[in-house]
């Protein structure tokens, strides 16, 4: 039987190191590490898929045209998108910048779509019942995968953390506000 990483299993996780910056507009949060060994996001792209791959989550890598590195999938409803950017400041010293987008599916897109067009053929065809049943339908369908979407976010954002520590790469603001990156780059 393939285990995922589920709700439950972040009850295992390690409190949060770092203050997520979220976009409600873009529907992505944004974290950012400091390093002074040289790593590269190729190798934080890959402890990533390696954790993710272990709890059988379907990845899908960039191939060059994309405004993504990974692609991460949880079910059929919800997806997330990493792209991670790495600026690099002299010797080893390097930023990391993730951003983790929470986006619905293709087969979630195409089953709102599918929603809106039967809800308009039933008004027009003068059918108020089955317009109401599925709009309740589709509000259900809204929800769950909503709530998918968040879930997913959060596994993500831990996974982050988790390999963040394990590669020892430093958060660059804290949840205690304290800029441990920033009292490292003042240093050098």
Same mark, same amino acid.
């Given at each position: 039987?393939?285990?995922t990483?589920t709700q439950?299993?972040? =009850?295992?996780?390690?409190q949060?190191?770092? /203050? ?8 992505? @949060?944004? =974290?950012? @590490?400091w ?8 190798n934080?792209?890959?402890?990533? #898929?390696?954790?993710?791959? &272990?709890?059988?989550?379907f990845i899908? #890598?960039?191939?060059?045209w994309?405004d993504?590195? !990974?692609?991460i @999938? ?8 990493l792209?991670v ?8 010293? /390097?930023?990391? /910048?993730?951003? %983790? &987008?929470?986006r #619905? ?10 929603? %809106? ?9 003068? #059918? ?9 339908? %589709? ?14 976010? /959060?596994? !993500? ?18 949840t ?11 240093q050098?």
């Amino acid at each position: 039987m393939a285990r995922t990483l589920t709700q439950a299993d972040l =009850l295992n996780f390690e409190q949060s190191a770092q /203050r997520v910056h979220i976009s409600w507009r873009d529907r992505a @949060y944004e =974290l950012s @590490y400091w390093t002074e060994a040289a790593i590269e996001k190729e190798n934080l792209l890959q402890k990533v #898929m390696d954790l993710l791959l &272990a709890y059988k989550y379907f990845i899908v #890598m960039d191939q060059g045209w994309s405004d993504w590195d !990974l692609e991460i @999938y949880q079910g059929i409803w919800s997806k997330v998108q990493l792209k991670v950017c790495t600026e690099n400041h002299g010797g080893n010293k /390097r930023v990391l /910048r993730v951003r %983790c &987008a929470l986006r #619905m599916s293709q087969l979630a897109t195409m089953a709102m779509v599918g929603y %809106c067009l039967f809800t308009i053929v039933a008004i027009v065809l003068g #059918m108020p019942e089955v317009a109401t049943v599925t709009i309740a339908v %589709c509000m259900l369908n809204a929800t769950v995968i909503l709530y998918q979407n968040f879930q997913l976010g /959060r596994i !993500l954002y831990q996974v982050l953390e988790i390999v963040a520590k394990r590669v020892y790469l430093l958060p660059i603001q804290t949840t205690c506000n304290k800029s441990v990156a920033q009292s490292a780059i003042l240093q050098s």
